[in-house]
Structure formats: C-alpha cells, structure tokens
C-alpha cells in the first residue's frame, strides 16, 4: 500500500497540466483523488485531456498502492458546483486530507505583449477563479477538515508573486493566493489543519510545451532560461509534505517546489534535481505562522 492509502484528496483543474501531474502523483501513493475541471469530452479545450481520462490514469496508476481517481465535472467559476464537489466528497468518504488549489484559467492572450488596458476585461477569470473559487474551495475543505483535526491546503502559485510575469493580472492572482493562504493558515491553525502555498517555476505543461515550440519569443527570458519540471514532481511534493507529522511548523508559509523537493530527497522524472529560481526571480514573502 502507498503511504497516502486511505487519504482524500481533491486537486482542482486536473484535466491536464500541473493538475493532472498532481493528481497521478497522488493517486500513485494510495490516495483516492476527486479530479476536477470543465473538461468532460474531447474538444472541450484546445488542448488534449478530460477530467475522466484524468481519474481513469489514476486508478491505474494506483493500481499497486490502493489509490484511485473519481471524476468530478466542475466549473470552478461556479459556487454551486463548487458547492456539489465537496458534498459528493463528503457523502461518499466522509473525510477529506488534501486540498490542491490549482485551478487556473490561462487566456489565449495572455503571451501577448500588451499593456493592461489593451487586453480585454475577460482576463479577470483568472482572479474568479485562482482567488474566488480557491477561497470557496478552502471554505468547503475546511468545514470538513476541522472537525477531523487534520487536513493540508495547498495552493500553487510561483515567482509571479513578486516578480512581473505575463502580466497584471497573472502576478496580482498569484500574489493574492500566498496572502489569502497564510491568512488561512492562521485561522486553521488551532485545528490541526495546515495551509501553505508552493511556488512552481516552469512547468513543462501541454500548453507550456507547446508555447516553447511555437512562440518561445513570447516567453520571457526569465521562464525560458529554466529547465523546466514535469507536471508530476510538485505532486510527489505535495505527498511527502501531507505525510511530514511536523506539517504544522510549516503552515502559513510560501515555499519554493525546487527547495521543499530536496528537504524530502523528492527528485523529477529524470532522477535530476530541479533547480530553484530564487536569485533570479523573487524570494517567498510569508512564512510559516
């Protein structure tokens, strides 16, 4: 059995990319993973990956540990739905030990090197969605955490937080994330529940590789002078930290992935390190509470 056998876990916006990494890497430890997202069908984005091809991956990949998938249509811009994921969670297993804030929706404009006010007002989904819907999400999770004693909310942000990228709204989502964490942690704190947030750098997602091969020019420099990660490694990250019995001294914190992965000998698909950006990109600025 996996070290995570008998554990809960939701990871939002796990059609494909860093979600889908996260939820594989979870489900191969033992953890049954409710994956979410608006993907139901083939063509429901431009790029490949459904929530139900998500879930199926886990259970095979679970197969060995006693970990499994369960397929969860959400559209996290919705309360109501957001609302039906964690009572099916509830009603189906009564607890709930892992939270994966990773929702995000990417706007087909957003390389684009424009000024904030040349780029349509539709770019706010990201805040409805990485701040709003995460918020609701954590609202849920913790009504099912607190009372158990225990549980573990991550959200995933990165270097955007304090160092410009992509644009205004990409870094003000990021930014807002880390502080609404660790305010929760402190909140959670006499609960036995910890929050954090885990700071990727470049993520070799379908559409990150895909960007790469087609507009690297777009890119910037910072983003395209790393090596990059797979999607899974912030995944067995996140399984070392929910299984760390001191968790708790290390709520309220922002972390880079890189820095936490070598603490917990965690190395990528390649058996290499991944490295940490922080000289060149930003430092974390909360810590644990």
């Known amino acids: ?135 609701v999400a954590a609202w849920h999770a913790a009504q099912i955490m607190v009372p158990q004693g225990s549980g573990l909310i991550v959200g995933i942000s990165g270097y955007a937080a304090v160092t410009y990228t992509y644009g205004v709204l990409f870094g003000l989502t990021k930014t807002a994330l880390g502080r609404m964490t660790r305010d929760m942690a402190i909140e959670l704190k006499p609960h036995g529940v910890a929050a954090l947030t885990l700071w990727q750098g470049l993520t070799l997602t379908e559409k990150a590789r895909a960007n790469l091969a087609s507009v690297p020019e777009k890119m910037t420099r910072s983003i395209t002078g790393q090596k990059g990660s797979s999607v899974e490694h912030p995944g067995r990250v996140i399984a070392a930290l929910a299984c760390d019995p001191a968790i708790m001294v290390r709520s309220g914190g922002e972390f880079i992935t890189a820095e936490i992965a070598r603490e917990y000998g965690v190395t990528d698909d390649d058996g290499t390190w991944v490295e940490s950006m922080r000289e060149t990109r930003g430092s974390p600025i909360w810590k644990p509470v």
Request: net charge negative; proline share 4%; charged share 20%.
């Open 1 to 135: 059995m996996g070290k995570l056998n008998g554990k809960v876990a939701v990871v939002t916006g796990a059609s494909r990319g860093i979600g889908k990494g996260i939820a594989l890497a979870l489900a191969a430890e033992g953890a049954t993973v409710y994956v979410t997202g608006r993907s139901v069908a083939g063509g429901d984005h431009t790029q490949p990956g459904t929530v139900g091809e998500t879930a199926a991956q886990c259970t095979t990949r679970g197969m060995d540990s006693g970990g499994k998938g369960v397929a969860v249509a959400c559209d996290h811009a919705d309360h109501a739905q957001i609302a039906a994921l964690f009572a099916q969670v509830r009603a189906e297993s009564g607890r709930l030990d892992i939270l994966v804030n990773n929702a995000f929706p990417l706007p087909d404009d957003l390389l684009e090197p424009k000024g904030f006010w040349e780029k349509p007002l539709s770019q706010l989904s990201m805040m409805d969605v990485g701040v709003d819907a995460a918020f």
